[in-house]
């Protein structure tokens, strides 16, 4: 690739599009307002000059608790890039990296592959409006597919990154999703073809500060990458950790790893933790609505998301707890409780960990919502499908009793409900078992296996209607 290559061209290259990145990372939102907006109305503005601040041993870098996580970005229409097509809107981007620098945050997450490719772009124009010091940029080598394995493709994704966020260097740079597919995808991607030497080199030359990566779903890849720390020396590592993964991570998909362990190991060998994930793809926002009262009875002012967060920040060798914000109201209450941060007392703790088995009694289909399984090849809407059974469950609304007087009626929500969700030729019912999702899954869902289920749970529904 040329120095200049055109954006357009780069995208294209990598597969860094729209149908490549609708995959990464979290959150379904409502267009133009805030998930939860009425538990925002009477929010309070988040006080300058408290932020609290950890200490990298490695660097000596001061880094704000919250992390800001470039992966939901506000888009034209009122929506998230996320889950829009539309174009990121760059003035409300510039207005939220503006308000968090000035309520003291000072890490920004971001990758090549969010936003459909143009996460970096962005983030680089609103943090360059500010001076360079003020700030730390955290991206990613995310080269997931196979075409960007080769050892030239991978440093020309580096390499652009640099052109991208308008620096000479980056801060933090991660080997981004290590644990996905296993063993022979680390080495495919980071060993093979050099490319971990090659960042340890770029780290040594100064265009690279912290060195580190980001683990997903296969212990033997994360055991196998601290066994090399003495020789590596990892500045930090992003493992996912929140008060549902701390113990139950294993009990909800028994090929994932409780955070309890991941953050032991780190803390072993003194690795500050990057903590993603701490709302779980926003499952810790919303819970069942009974668990929100006891939360609200403990402390009604303190909104459902602010427990996931004093969670995740509250662990000594926490560097920063990242959050993907899109709206202001939730870069607010994020603010809130890291201006300053409140730790949990272990009657806190211990509260959380009652919600969490709680939470687990419930049942959900692990689905984060991430779109790593998007897209699928024969058009299902696998996350969408998901999203709607475990709304409908969560909120107690599932047609499960023939017997009850409210069958009929809930019945009949969940089916429109489902097709105004998902249309019909997107449905579970399309689902022809080719397993090309599953290995993309971070939860390691048995994807096919759970849209069956949905599908003859749909199918038994309309047939009791006929009868």
């Known amino acids: 690739m040329s120095k200049h290559i055109e954006r357009r061209e780069f995208l294209k290259r990598f597969g860094l599009g729209a149908a490549a990145t609708a995959a990464i990372v979290t959150g379904c939102q409502s267009k133009g307002e805030a998930p939860g907006a009425k538990e925002y109305s009477q929010q309070q503005e988040p006080p300058k000059g408290k932020m609290t601040y950890r200490t990298n041993p490695t660097t000596g870098d001061k880094v704000s608790l919250l992390g800001y996580g470039m992966m939901r970005l506000p888009t034209t229409d009122g929506g998230s890039a996320r889950g829009s097509e539309a174009p990121i809107d760059q003035e409300t981007v510039n207005r939220l990296v503006d308000y968090a620098i000035e309520h003291g945050v000072n890490y920004f997450d971001t990758s090549p592959a969010y936003c459909r490719g143009e996460s970096e772009h962005a983030t680089g124009i609103a943090l360059a409006r500010h001076p360079r010091k003020s ?64 960042c340890i080199e770029q780290r040594r030359k100064g265009r690279i500060r912290n060195l580190g990566f980001s683990y997903h779903g296969d212990i033997a890849v994360f055991d196998y990458l601290l066994s090399r720390h003495d020789e590596v020396h990892w500045d930090f590592v992003q493992i996912e950790l929140n008060y549902l993964d701390w113990d139950y991570a294993n009990e909800i998909n028994e090929r994932n790893t409780d955070a309890r362990y991941l953050y032991a190991e780190l803390q072993r060998r003194g690795i500050p933790a990057v903590i993603m994930e701490p709302l779980l793809g926003g499952r810790l926002a919303s819970v069942p609505q009974f668990l929100v009262e006891r939360m609200k009875q403990r402390d009604a002012d303190a909104s459902t998301a602010s427990w996931a967060f004093r969670y995740a920040g509250t662990p000594s060798d926490v560097l920063t707890v990242l959050s993907g914000m899109t709206y202001m109201e939730h870069l607010r209450d994020n603010l809130l409780s890291y201006c300053p941060l409140r730790p949990l007392s272990k009657e806190d703790e211990d509260f959380l960990y009652d919600i969490a088995r709680q939470i687990v009694n419930v049942e959900l289909i692990p689905c984060n919502d991430c779109k790593y399984c998007m897209p699928c090849p024969y058009g299902v809407d696998i996350p969408g499908i998901f999203v709607h059974y475990n709304k409908m469950k969560n909120q107690g609304r599932l047609p499960l009793d023939a017997q009850s007087p409210d069958y009929a009626r809930l019945r009949r929500e969940y089916l429109v409900g489902q097709d105004r969700s998902v249309p019909r030729l997107r449905q579970a019912a399309h689902c022809i078992s080719c397993g090309t999702c599953k290995p993309h899954c971070p939860q390691n869902i048995n994807i096919p296996d759970e849209l069956h289920k949905i599908d003859r749970f749909a199918e038994n529904l309309r047939q009791s209607m006929e009868g």
């Open 135 to 198: 700030y730390y940029i955290a991206t990613k080598l995310s080269n997931f597919n196979e075409s960007t394995w080769g050892r030239k493709e991978s440093i020309e994704m580096f390499e652009n990154s640099l052109r991208e966020l308008q620096t000479d260097y980056i801060d933090y740079y991660l080997l981004h999703g290590c644990g996905m597919g296993g063993m022979e995808a680390y080495k495919g991607r980071y060993e093979d073809n050099g490319m971990l030497d090659y």
